[in-house]
């Protein structure tokens, strides 16, 4: 089985965000063909319970949030600023409610001509550098919310991939609350980044 086991996602939330970094992130569509789209996890933000003011879940449960309290390992799909789709998968140690770690960047593997149309672009770069293009480029919307992502079969899950040669971790971006946390994981090698700031090496 190539999927990540739901163990890996029964950990610290930002322990499994920085390890996500170099998985492999994987949207199969059926339309008449099968289509694979896939890319390589570069760019990670853990979001906490209570303790971090940034995070859906810190108020409490809501129809909205309900994935993050939910089994981890699931996909957590939500509508931002009105304008695009953010994918996320809830992950959290038994000692911890809710949590969940939003996918930021992909590095495109597979699918990037179906990507490219998807988004509209020519420009491999522009694809994937941002949660808002990485979804739109593979096709993720909230129908895919609360999907299993620890299972093959599913139409979205996240395989074993590479090893990058470093990681590395700074504040998260694009939030008003708890910009201290460093939280926000990165492969600094590459290309797909959404933003490059000032970073501490782990």
């Given amino acids: 089985m190539n999927c990540l086991p739901i163990s890996f996602y029964r950990r610290p939330t930002v322990v499994v965000a920085r390890d996500l970094v170099g998985k492999k992130l994987v949207r199969t569509i059926k339309k008449g063909h099968t289509f694979k789209l896939a890319g390589t996890i570069v760019e990670t933000e853990a979001y906490g319970y209570t303790d971090d003011e940034a995070s859906h ?28 789709f ?22 495109p593997v597979e699918g990037i001509e179906m990507m490219k149309k998807l ?12 949660p808002g293009k990485l979804t739109q480029a593979l ?27 470093c990681i590395l971790r700074t504040p998260r971006i694009g939030i008003s609350r708890a910009i ?23």
């Avoid at 953010?86 to 590095?107: F, M």
């Fill in 180 to 202: 201290e946390s460093q939280w926000r994981f990165i492969d600094p090698s590459s290309k797909f980044v959404s933003r490059k700031i000032q970073i501490n090496a782990l």
């Fill in 139 to 165: 096709s993720i919307t909230s129908a895919l919310n609360g999907t299993d992502m620890t299972k093959q079969e599913s139409e979205l899950h996240i395989e074993f991939g590479i090893k990058p040669a």
């Fill in 119 to 130: 988004r509209r672009v020519d420009d491999i770069i522009s694809l994937t550098t941002g």
């Fill in 57 to 84: 879940a810190r108020m409490g449960r809501t129809a909205r949030n309900l994935v993050m309290f939910g089994e981890v390992g699931r996909a957590y799909v939500y509508f931002a600023y009105g304008n695009h």
């Fill in 86 to 107: 953010c994918v996320n998968v809830s992950a959290r140690s038994d000692r911890v409610q809710a949590g969940a770690v939003l996918i930021r960047g992909l590095e």
